[in-house]
């Protein structure tokens, strides 16, 4: 008898690629809402492992945790925390933290104003190492996934109070939570 998965789940990996879709499609706007309009002051380089950073400013998407709830029977109910961090440079230590708090306010207004929709969009994937140009369109699938709520919960600040090898640079994180459902049978988006 052959092998069958009890579950349809796909777990992170759809999740972040979308995510740096979505962030990659609207930087622009909400850069320009923090007053950084010029194009230089898009992400540069995006990741989806902890790598050297090659060009500035960076965002880093990496999954902090995967919860499940062990009360659901024929899906996977889960709470996916995810690591969105945003690097950047400046020659002066105190705009360099005023930098930061703009792009954790640029991210934060992109991540709190994604429609659950736009997770079953097709979208285009950033340049992340690796990936052959052109990069890829992404986009989860709706009868696998359902998203049913993302919030950012925290934003670590921490570097701007801490003592850092490099003056040159920072970054600030945001912990982004999703919570979705995965199976085999779930109802598509209403």
Known sequence: MAWTSYYSAQFVKPL?????A????????????VGLA???HRFQEFQIALAPVRNWPCVLIAP????FDASSDLTRKQMVALFIAAGVT???PNLLAELAEDYALALDRILNSVAL?????PLQLPPISGFLPPAPTVQ??????????????SIDYGELRRARSSLLAMFVTLVLVV????????????
């Open 16 to 20: 972040v690629r979308q995510l740096a």
């Open 22 to 33: 979505i962030i990659y499609r609207d930087q622009a706007d909400a850069l320009a809402s």
């Open 140 to 153: 989860m699938d709706q009868s696998v996934t359902n998203v049913t709520r993302l919030f950012v919960s």
């Open 64 to 67: 902090a945790s995967d919860v």
């Open 90 to 92: 400046h020659s002066d």
């Open 117 to 121: 929709a736009d997770f079953y969009a």
């Open 179 to 190: 919570e979705m459902e995965e199976g085999g049978n779930l109802n598509p988006l209403k």
């Open 38 to 40: 010029e194009a230089k």
